[in-house]
């Protein structure tokens, strides 16, 4: 192992962001939260069944916002049109309630700010010290503005997000090909690369795409599930993967 903690024969780290660099994945939890229990209330009244962490982990963690909704709805046999992208949030369709869920989003990321996990932050340069390649791969199309907004976008060599995977017709995780078109972008192998996330459909994607290796990283509690999704390590923080643990001792924790 290197001092990163990597295999020798890893050349490029690709990184996912929500809940990988950025502590962005619980707020978008809570946003998919508030949408799913309107709906599901406004459908079933009351005694409705709410949608929950595993929920979110299961069929909506890590996938692109559309694939979310329609995952998340096919496990309770709910069936909406598809609509068209800019149907209004109050639309009863797969686009509408998308919609909806990014809006209670930008406003909480605009009430509550966002920050980079600085262990990651610590990593990544670190990553880039030794001469690796790095690229940021996400199925967020809010990625490019978070990235500026903790000031880390240019840590990255190569980002394909939400947007990037939209204009090239490329299919979000858990599909592999996000994270082949960034190992492609920076001229690496898939074996030469290495996966870091924290979703159960990113570690199938670095699973299936054969990358070199996978590592899980567990804010919430799931290291076994990271592990049987094909996590070949798991970690709380990325600094402790490669011993930079801060000044006084502590890793990031959610
Ligand atoms: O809705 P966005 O910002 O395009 O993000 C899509 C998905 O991006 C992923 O990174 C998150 O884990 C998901 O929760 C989110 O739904």
Known sequence: MMPLGLPPSVRACLFDLDGVLTSTAVVHA??????????LRGREGKDFRPFSPGDYDKYVDGRPRTDGVRT???SRGIELPEGRPDDPPGRESVQGLGNCKNDL???????EGVRAYPGSVRYVKAVRDAGLHTAVVSSSKNCRD?????????????RIDGIVADERGLPGKPAPDTFLAAAHDLGVEAG???VFEDALAGMEAGRDGRFGYVVGVDRVGQAEELRRHGADVVVTDLAGLAGLADHD???DSA
């Open 249 to 251: 001792g502590q890793e």
């Open 146 to 158: 978070v990235l500026v907004a903790v000031g880390i976008e240019e840590l990255f060599e190569v």
């Open 30 to 39: 809570a946003a998919w939260k508030e949408m799913f229990d309107d709906f």
């Open 192 to 194: 030469g690369c290495a």
């Open 72 to 74: 998340f709805l096919a």
């Open 105 to 111: 989003l930008l406003e909480k990321i605009h009430k």
